[in-house]
């Protein structure tokens, strides 16, 4: 027997976290290095959700044990919200709150997988969704899309890796890691297909508020109302009310299966910690006037990103839509030699980044192929420019 089971010894390290840990060590350190790591905004939560918790932690009926799926005012609040940016119609009982969007991905995917059922999702990837497939017993199926595509996946590929144990596919857009985000028509092409082979739909909408440009979001369960009776929609309000220390997400879903999962986590969490629901109230039935202002930076941020890596040789961003996140192709610097020091993967590159340039980015290989990098543009102006700067620098000497 081994001392850790073999579902939970598959698990790997979050790369993200790994990078994050390593480069706060070296600014532990005293070196000053600049962090394009992180998947959360820099902003505060706005005052007025803050003040929400505050007087929330002084009502002793918020010291007890609540309902397992919610505080019922904040699913009613996440369904009135779901019809306001999402145009889908649905009760308060078809809602699940959760430990973050986190948790609303793991209760997904137990609530639906048995041994073997496979889950296509599109590459690059979010880390942590083959993960929580596997942990279900679940297997991850995944199809690249590069970024001659723009990183969005067609339905042509989608179908290439369709088979008869194919039972979910999970969709995002605005996309974490790629900044992609898909057109309605994609989008309704995707649900269509969805529909036609008799399978689930997980969408993840955690950055529906974050596009920038002409690009729009657009929720696949309303452009493909056939979904409906087998559609999970994952929020949460991590990115739009810069409240990822708050810990709420929600999941969205049929009847039988909000139940179903609500079961799960009344013996795995019980209730999400009810001052923080209530925070989560205040922001969802509040104005979006923080995350206007917070897209005005972001979009900023965005632009003078692309502009400042794309003047690197062998480099290759596209133009993010959405998120916060830029994705670059290194191809074209793979096999060079920096500072004496030749990487032949997207992983060496960003050890050679951090170490000679202290800026902290992600490898592509946390999230898919070798070959790409991940960075979040959601810090200071200041640090985004020289972090850049000093990427121009570094990479500027590849040979
Ligand atoms: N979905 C996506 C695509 C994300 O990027 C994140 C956060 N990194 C989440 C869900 C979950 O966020 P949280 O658990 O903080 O609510």
Redesign the pocket.
């Known amino acids: 027997m081994s001392r850790i089971s073999r579902r939970i010894g598959a698990i790997s390290e979050s790369a993200?976290l790994a990078v994050d840990a390593k480069a706060k060590a070296l600014k532990a350190a005293g070196r000053p290095v600049i962090g394009f790591g992180a998947?959360?905004p820099d902003f505060p939560t706005p005052e007025y959700i803050v003040q929400a918790a505050v007087e929330a932690a002084r009502d002793p009926k918020n010291h007890r044990y609540s309902p397992a799926a919610g505080l019922p005012e904040l699913r009613e609040a996440i369904a009135a919200k779901t019809m306001r940016d999402s145009g889908y119609a649905i009760e308060a009982s078809q809602v699940l709150v959760t430990?973050?969007?986190?948790?609303?991905?793991y209760n997904t995917f137990a609530t639906l997988l048995d041994p073997g059922d496979e889950v296509i999702i599109p590459a690059p990837y979010?880390t942590?969704y083959p993960e929580a497939v596997q942990l279900a017993g679940g297997a991850p199926v995944t199809i690249f899309a590069g970024p001659e595509q723009g990183y969005k996946v067609t339905v042509e590929q989608l179908d290439s890796v369709r088979t008869e144990r194919t039972k979910v596919l999970l969709f995002?857009s605005p996309?974490?890691?790629t900044g992609a985000v898909y057109t309605p028509d994609e989008v309704a092409a995707i649900g269509r297909w969805a529909v036609e082979h008799g399978i689930w739909v997980v969408t993840?909408e955690?950055?529906e508020h974050l596009t920038y440009g002409e690009a729009k979001f657009s929720s696949i369960a309303t452009l493909v109302p056939e979904l409906e009776d087998r559609v999970v929609i994952?929020n949460?309000?991590?990115?739009t009310y810069a409240m990822?220390g708050w810990?709420?997400?929600w999941m969205v879903g049929p009847q039988d299966v909000i139940k179903a999962a609500t079961n799960l986590q009344s013996h795995a969490t019980s209730n999400v910690a009810n001052v923080s629901q209530r925070a989560a109230l205040a922001a969802v039935a509040g104005p979006l006037d923080a995350v206007e202002e917070m897209k005005v930076a972001f979009n900023r941020r965005r632009l003078a990103i692309v502009e400042g890596l794309n003047a690197i040789e062998g480099l290759h961003c596209p133009t993010p839509e959405g998120?916060f996140y830029a994705y670059s192709d290194v191809r074209g610097l793979l096999g060079k030699e920096i500072r004496g020091v030749v990487s032949n993967t997207s992983a060496e590159l960003a050890a050679v980044i951090l170490e000679q340039a202290e800026v902290a980015v992600v490898p592509g290989e946390a999230f898919g192929p070798s070959g790409y990098i991940r960075m979040s543009y959601a810090l200071g102006d200041a640090d985004l420019a020289e972090g850049v700067a000093r990427m121009q620098r570094l990479l500027g000497e590849a040979r």
């Open positions: 993200t998947g959360e430990n973050g969007g986190k948790q609303a991905v979010w942590t995002v996309s974490n890691p993840d955690i950055y994952l949460g309000v991590a990115k990822t810990r709420v997400g998120a």
